[in-house]
């Protein structure tokens, strides 16, 4: 249960709002330099997940916006990229990241899942995405399987997910 809802306001602010104070001051500069405006969102934000639903809100409130956005200004030559990401190593997002009570975690007995990457290899992919100028950037790749099998067979992914998140709490 979460003990304190100002986690949510939070989260938005922290989530989507500054995506959003990040693009509309940048677009006339984008714009004028045919640039790509990313956005780093997560799995959460086209999948929701138990246990972290004010997250997994701001991230599909983040989706939409870069959806839109990704219309508005596409005939001025601006792109738009989702790097929808697992989890990261080597960062401090665990330890940073709230709990029920709305605040810091701190440190965490868990362990990354075998699914989660390096920031090397986040980066390189987003780099690379940026140049192929794509619309959705899955990393690793194959969380876009997760995402079909949500919109076809919502039922079996909410399956696959509740247990893997059950195998994480562990």
Same mark, same amino acid.
């Given at each position: 249960e979460v003990e304190d809802l100002g986690l949510f306001r939070k &989260?938005?602010? !922290?989530?989507?709002?500054? %995506?959003?104070?990040? *693009?509309h001051p940048a677009l006339p500069y984008l714009k004028e330099s045919g640039g790509v405006f990313i956005a780093i969102s997560?799995?959460? @934000?086209? !999948? @929701?997940?138990? /246990?972290h639903t004010g997250y997994s809100a701001a991230k599909h409130a983040l989706q939409g916006f870069c959806d839109a /956005?990704?219309?508005?200004?596409?005939?001025? @030559?601006? @792109? !738009?990229?989702?790097?929808? /990401?697992?989890? &990261?190593r080597g960062t401090e997002l665990r330890k940073n %990241?709230?709990?029920?009570?709305?605040? %810091?975690?701190?440190e965490s007995s868990r362990k990354h899942s075998k699914e989660s990457v390096t920031l090397e290899e986040a980066s390189r992919a987003i780099m690379l995405g940026m140049i192929k100028r794509e619309r959705q950037l899955y990393i690793p790749k194959k969380l876009k399987y997760l995402v079909a099998a949500? *919109? /076809?067979?919502?039922? &079996? %992914?909410?399956? !696959?997910?509740?247990g893997k998140v059950g195998r994480e709490d562990k």
């Open positions: &989260l938005m602010e !922290v989530n989507y709002l500054g %995506a959003v104070y990040c *693009a997560s799995i959460q @934000g086209k !999948v @929701g997940v138990p /246990l /956005l990704r219309m508005e200004v596409e005939a001025d @030559g601006v @792109g !738009v990229m989702a790097v929808l /990401l697992h989890w &990261l %990241a709230f709990g029920g009570d709305g605040q %810091a975690l701190g949500n *919109a /076809l067979w919502p039922k &079996l %992914a909410e399956r !696959v997910v509740k």
